[in-house]
């Protein structure tokens, strides 16, 4: 839907020369690069649309970047008779306009001087810290959604295929709860369509025939989506499609009507309840959804009033880790560590990924990567897990290793550092003193909490137990508890998010936070002998 023209791209050297950069499609390289060279880039871009989109224009345009700016101009041309809607983000939005062009009506943007964004770890995207102008001749939302509605109500008709694979899927099963039938087709459609998007196969906008998708077993986001809508249509379940623009892309906060979206997903509502399902999401079990959806822009594709809203957590599994380990020291001051771990909702996901599909020997190699980022000098013994060929909500498993050499001597004492899997530790977004903008934490787990039980040496015992802590701020809750018995230490560790941004007015406490969070997750515990 797209074409890109350049005019002109050379490097003009110090003396005034120039050479011509080597241009293919949309790439060009500038060749033999000096310092104080100039590159100049003169190019168009032409788009083309096709249905109710062809009358109109939208766009976003951001005026600052990582780089200072001396001069930026944005200009738009339109027929005087069109209304323009614009808006800004950061920057005041009234134009320039120019009516002398005869039935033409020019809009100018112009900013002069403009300094670099000085970039932040963790930041957000530049769409929601920058200048931005948006511009669109739509009126409102509702005219994208039934463009897409319109574009997409062909696509959905179940035919003899398609509603013979739903009643072989549910064949015996007629009784069970709604969104049990639901979860067989998602379940389906996850595990037996492969996701592609190559521009041969896939348009931009419209999806493939849900009958084509089964077929062919193999689909884009778009395709994926219509495939489970229509697979739900057999059961007379109504799903909508809901087009989204991605987490990273920002908030777009001040967003005119436009086709800024870049993904696709499906909607149902059940008990009054809406229930989003991202058919891309191969190792996902329904009712989740990949960190890049939630919080995403989206917008409901319906007949009824559409407006923009963000994908929300509220309607989803809690994210869960919730460790339980058995450690024993040796004489030789090694370890042996046993860990039961419970993962749900999305948190299982990364496990899946990472040791589906492989065999022993690979998943044991993965584990000790793994480890590796938290402990030195440690030997993998086992791994296992019950169900990670399935998408159920909760996964579980156990795995073994010996860390050599982790209990220090200090004189006739012993040196024991607790050896917690999900500590935290320092990173470079809380190094600042202060922040000029958000940090997105985007930690993608609700709730840890491991539990450590370590049996010590025969006749070792805590010099002195350390204090239990409790600590909060507004974005996290973290506490840990310690108790000693039977020969003995066993704590207890919970970090539970409550929010995933942490705005420059609260970064000081929330680095607080953090620091203590890692003091605590270090502490050391000298043992005696009695």
């Known amino acids: 839907m797209q074409d890109l023209i350049f005019d002109k791209a050379v490097v003009i050297k110090k003396d005034g020369s120039e050479i011509d950069a080597d241009k293919n499609d949309g790439e060009v390289v500038f060749k033999s690069l000096d310092v104080y060279d100039c590159i100049y880039l003169k190019y168009k871009i032409r788009n083309y649309y096709t249905g109710e989109l062809v009358n109109h224009f939208w766009d976003e345009f951001n005026f600052n970047q990582f780089y200072p700016i001396e001069n930026i101009r944005y200009s738009l041309i ?5 209304n323009v809607y614009y808006k800004g ?14 039935n033409k009506t020019l809009y100018i943007w112009q900013m002069k001087n403009i300094p670099a964004i000085k970039y932040e770890t963790g930041m957000p995207p530049l769409n929601d810290v920058g200048k931005v102008l948006y511009v669109s001749t739509i009126k409102n939302w509702n005219y994208i959604a039934r463009w897409y509605l319109h574009l997409t109500r062909s696509k959905t008709i179940p035919n003899f295929e398609i509603k013979e694979k739903v009643n072989e899927l549910l064949q015996g099963k007629n009784s069970l709860p709604l969104y049990d039938k639901i979860k067989i087709i998602y379940d389906y459609i996850v595990q037996n369509i492969t996701y592609s998007s190559v521009s041969f196969r896939q348009s931009a906008f419209i999806p493939q025939k ?3 998708v089964m077929v062919t077993k193999i689909g884009d986001c778009k395709d994926m989506a219509t495939l489970f809508i229509t697979m739900l249509k057999v059961l007379n379940v109504s799903a909508d499609y809901v087009l989204v623009n991605s987490r990273d892309n920002g908030l777009n906060t001040n967003a005119l009507p436009g086709n800024y979206f870049n993904h696709a997903i499906a909607k149902v509502v059940i008990d009054g309840k809406p229930m989003f399902f991202d058919l891309t999401a191969r190792n996902y079990p329904a009712g989740t959804l990949p960190s890049m959806d939630i919080g995403a822009f989206a917008l409901d594709v319906t007949n ?10 509220k309607n989803l599994f809690t994210r869960k880790i ?9 004489e030789d001051n090694s370890v042996l560590v046993n860990i039961k771990t419970e993962r749900t909702g999305a948190t299982t996901a990364a496990l899946r990924y990472e040791y589906n599909d492989i065999g022993k020997n690979e998943q044991l190699k993965n584990l000790n990567e793994s480890l590796s980022n938290i402990f030195n000098n440690f030997k993998v013994i086992s791994f296992s897990s019950d169900n990670l060929d399935t998408l159920t909500k909760t996964l579980n498993y156990n795995y073994s290793f010996t860390l050599n050499q982790f209990i220090g001597n200090v004189g006739n004492y012993k040196l024991l550092k607790l050896p917690w899997e999900d500590r935290m530790n320092s990173n470079t977004a809380i190094s600042y003193d202060q922040r000029k903008y958000a940090y997105d934490r985007n930690d993608n787990v609700d709730l840890f909490k491991e539990t450590i039980n370590i049996k010590l040496p025969a006749g070792y015992a805590p010099l002195e137990m350390p204090k239990n802590i409790n600590l909060d701020c507004k974005e996290a809750k973290y506490s840990v508890e310690y108790k000693f018995e039977y020969g003995s230490i066993t704590a207890t560790r919970i970090m539970k998010n409550l929010s995933d941004i942490v705005n420059p007015e609260d970064y000081k406490s929330y680095k607080d936070f953090i620091n203590k969070v890692i003091s605590s997750d270090f502490t050391q515990i000298l043992l005696k002998k009695s």
């Open 78 to 82: 339109l027929p005087s008779d069109k």
């Open 304 to 313: 009824s009033e559409s407006k923009p809203f963000y994908i929300n957590a």
């Open 89 to 102: 983000q950061n920057m005041n939005s009234k134009p320039v306009v120019k009516k002398d062009l005869g």
């Open 322 to 330: 919730i460790r339980n380990t058995e450690a024993v020291i040796k």
């Open 210 to 212: 849900a009958r084509d």
